[in-house]
């Protein structure tokens, strides 16, 4: 019987004696005895009472056996639902009971605070820990190292990712065998894979990075990944000599770049850097490139979507762009008011149509119908434009944009402008309550190592760069910016601390 993505990602490596995955101490996993493991945990997931269509939670740690608990629910027909393993108690429940998840994986160590979890949603609590074993292992110790897959079209459901909920409650966007096999075909042309790669795998796999976008490829193409726990420099530096490729986010580079290990000799054979899921400073872009020779490619996607667009494998890869729309992806900008599209070169709301975006959100048919057009473009919610050469540059999210006193402020061009000052590292600009203008505007800046920032020196000093209504009414110096798993500024938890500054006395 057919499974599109088991077919595609996982079968061809049946009985493989290649590598697939090299571990820090060295040690290998096979294919073949990735997908043996992952078989007996089919089999114990059928035994748990698990079928077709049925979602599984889970959160345990970065391992060999975590990623074959993915082959396994595209296997078994489950539904894959991966948490953040930083999520609390109260916030597994949420996304547990929304999904009515008929299982739940968990750290041996989370056991006894999600049991009521479990117990409340009418789930099956197993255990899964980062050195393969638990109760999940447990039950599959006796189960066959082969499953036959069950069938699985195009349109059938692989797995839901929750959204990070910024704005209200987190979403659950579905997504189908053919979402996430379409886009990693896509990638593996558009980024030149094949089976010769050895990708540095420091990303974590409940996120689409390192799940659906790296793991994906990598099985597609049958290549190696070196499996790391996470982006620590050290063993970065250590394994980047036996690789081709790395996928990170901006503070990867930013680390990697602090480090006076990192040098044109010790990555001279690699063959690509690719970044996401943040912003990548142009900065950062152009002193890699000094450092390495080598220009990061950076690319765009969310959760519901995947991957929209890249910097190109060959050309320019132009730094604080996000590149050209990925083949198969019809990509425009749009006013977010009446949905029509505006002129290249002006800012608008980037809306996209492809077999990469998702069916909707899970149990929510109005709020999927708001955010889809009549002609099934997906309405993303990033602020972008399209310059002269058609290149996409990310200005930020709608929900992000600032109106004070009547007028439109983008935070990206205050942040660039605050990021050119001596001794700024980075910066977030964001809006909060003003009792004259509405908003606003509030820059929020790290210094760079043994600098001294001075609020009123750095508000001169944009009075020359900014139009008037653009320029902060106050700038707050910290040590370091909230960042999400991702590498993502949280700028609802500035907006949250800072929220009062302007109120009267």
Known sequence: MANVLYDALFRPHEGSDATFLILPDGRTVSYGAFLKTAGRFAH????????????????????????????????????FLPLNTAYTAAEVEYFVTDAQARALVCDSGAASALKPVAEGAGARLLTLDADGSGTLSDLAAGQPGSFDAVERGPDDLAAFLYTSGTTGRS?????THDNLLSNAVSLVDYWRFTGEDVLLHALPIFHTHGLFV???IMLLVGGRMIFLPGPDVDALIAHLPQATAMMGVPTFYTRLLADPRLTKDLVAHMRVFISGSAPLLAETHVEFETRTGHRILERYGMTETNMNTSNPYEGERRAGTVGFPLPGVELRICDPE????????????????????FKGYWGM???TAAEFRADGFFITGDLARIDEDGYVHIVGRAKDLIISGGYNIYPKEVELALDEEEGVLE?????VPHP????????VVVPRAGARLDEERLRASLGGKLARFKQPKRIFVVDELPRNTMGKVQKNALRDRFKDIFKAA
């Open 427 to 431: 910066s977030a600009v964001i809006g």
């Open 338 to 357: 009446t949905g029509s599209q505006v002129p290249q070169g002006e800012i608008g709301v980037i809306e996209v149509k492809g077999r990469n975006v």
């Open 365 to 367: 048919p109005e709020k």
């Open 171 to 175: 979403k659950g966007a579905m997504l």
């Open 44 to 79: 114990a997931l059928r035994a748990s009472g698990v079928g077709v269509g049925d979602r599984v939670a889970v959160q345990v740690k970065k391992s060999p056996e975590a990623l074959a608990l993915y082959a396994a629910c595209v296997a078994a027909g489950a539904i």
């Open 214 to 216: 790296g793991t994906n």
């Open 436 to 443: 004259d203008f509405g908003e606003g505007v509030v820059g």
